[in-house]
T-cell receptor, first 113, second 110 residues
């Protein structure tokens, strides 16, 4: 079954600290993996998109990694800011259907001052 | 550019009522999508469209209908609302892979 699982479900860290969010998937055939940030009450916003051949991609203080062999991805946030408080969602696309994305449930990140 | 706009932002419906959720994009994207997001769950695709006049079912289409008469607009119709349709609804558009989301419509059916 095509699934995307994320851990932890929620995380609280102090402002300025780093953190890493995990994503495991069983989607096949794999096309690409995306990380989205969703602020409370808003639609998701894309952070990164990685294809099979890419194992790392950065967007400012966000760095995503992909291990297509173990079907794992991580999102590392450096020097966290209060505005990083949000849900972070891992999404995987299948090669045979770019329209039907498989969405994880997200990790809710809270940054405390 | 307004991006993707959705109306209304909030709505309460009684069981059996119907309504249309509006979605408009001004980025000239061919692809458009409707999702629903239930608490603690991943987004589920309801319907999608690859261009004007073409729509197709997603993962959870039952109880919903869509139309795509123009590139810009992709309304979602709920007929005979049921409590199970209480959710947050997101519309998105994309030129190809990256999807751009609207702010969502929070719908409660009681």
């Amino acid at each position: 079954k095509n699934q995307v699982e994320q851990s932890p479900q929620s995380l609280i860290i102090l402002e300025g600290k780093n953190c890493t969010l995990q994503c495991n998937y069983t989607v096949s055939p794999f096309s690409n993996l995306r990380w989205y940030k969703q602020d409370t009450g808003r639609g998701p916003v894309s952070l990164t998109i990685m294809t099979f051949s890419e194992n790392t991609k950065s967007n400012g203080r966000y760095t995503a990694t992909l291990d297509a062999d173990t079907k794992q991805s991580s999102l590392h946030i450096t020097a966290s800011q209060l505005s990083d408080s949000a849900s972070y969602i891992c999404v995987v696309s299948r090669l045979d259907s770019n329209y039907q994305l498989i969405w994880g449930a997200g990790t809710k990140l809270i940054i405390k001052p | 550019n307004a991006g993707v706009t959705q109306t209304p932002k909030f709505r309460i419906l009684k069981i059996g009522q119907s309504m249309t959720l509006q979605c408009t994009q001004d980025m000239n994207h061919n692809y458009m999508y409707w999702y629903r997001q239930d608490p603690g769950m991943g987004l589920k695709l309801i319907y999608y469209s690859v261009g004007a006049g073409i729509t197709d079912k997603g993962e959870v289409p039952n109880g919903y209908n869509v139309s795509r008469s123009t590139t810009e607009d992709f309304p979602l119709r709920l007929e005979l609302a049921a409590p199970s349709q209480t959710s947050v609804y997101f519309c998105a558009s994309s030129p190809r892979h990256e999807q751009y989301f609207g702010p969502g419509t929070r719908l409660t059916v009681t």
